[in-house]
């Protein structure tokens, strides 16, 4: 059996005035208040089995964004509840639409506000990982050193690649085409979900877009192949994404299969 180490970290960063981001780590629910600008977790050589972590990006302002965030970090932490029986990837899904119903019926209302968070959010399972995303918060996979992202990025920008070729603007804000807070008369959400064999030695990001958009493969690499704890390294990863002048929220989870 598997074990596992992870830590996550979430900070303000440099531009914005409050934290939307959110982490779950099983039942936990990992955020920054208005007192503090980071908050972070570690988890230190534990079973794989049954442990899931998520992050969620709100959107719609501090008040809306932050509840909309928060909201499904909640319904995550209840869908996903081992303590019955379930199938991981069906409960992911469940857990995506029935958040999704939530925050349009708690936070929307009727309300002429535009809110949500986008959610990605991963289930360790023997030896096996569930995994499913809506919006564009990616999970990467680090194997062999390559970094590999396993989930679909719900926004406009493989309508630009389409378009412009490899040489549109990567860092141009893509409109999201899908996230949890989408009225059901306007769509019909579809999480992306799906499922891998894990290995020895895997590592798995999660992250919200605050980090990836400012990353690329050498920056990540040069600091997951560093001799260090995992809390240190989630730490590095965060402060070299504010270095690169990320301008959002920026949260990481380091995840490693040993």
């Known amino acids: 059996m598997y074990r596992l180490n992870a830590a996550g970290i979430t900070c303000v960063g440099n531009v914005r005035q409050s934290n939307q981001d959110i982490i779950m780590c099983n039942n936990k ?13 570690n988890m230190s050589t534990v079973n794989c089995t049954n442990n899931h972590l998520a992050v969620f990006d709100g959107m719609g302002g501090y008040e809306y964004g932050k509840k909309a965030a928060y909201l499904a ?3 995550f932490v209840q869908e996903l509840d081992t303590g019955r029986e379930f199938h991981p990837q069906k409960a992911l899904i469940d857990a995506c639409k029935r958040a999704n119903s939530e925050i349009c019926r708690q936070i929307i209302g009727n309300k002429k506000i535009k809110s949500g968070t986008t959610a990605v959010a991963v289930f360790f399972y023997k030896t096996r990982l569930y995994y499913c ?15 590999k992202q396993l989930t679909i990025d719900h926004n406009d920008g493989d309508l630009y ?18 996230y ?25 990001i999660l992250c919200s877009d605050g980090f990836s958009d400012f990353m690329n493969d050498v920056d990540i690499l040069s600091i997951v192949n560093q001799n260090c704890s995992a809390i240190s390294k989630v730490e590095l990863l965060a402060k070299k994404a504010i270095k690169n002048n990320s301008n959002d929220n920026v949260t990481v989870v380091f995840c490693e299969v040993i």
């Open 73 to 75: 970090s909640e319904i």
């Open 133 to 147: 995303n809506i919006g564009d918060s990616p999970l990467l996979l680090i194997r062999d050193n390559k970094i």
């Open 161 to 178: 690649k389409e378009l412009y070729g490899e040489n549109y603007i990567k860092h141009k804000k893509h409109n999201l085409t899908q």
């Open 29 to 41: 629910i990992i955020y920054c208040t208005n007192n503090n600008n980071r908050n972070e977790f």
């Open 180 to 204: 949890l807070g989408i009225p059901t008369e306007e769509m019909i959400i579809e999480p992306y979900a799906n499922s891998i064999s894990l290995l020895s030695k895997d590592i798995l």
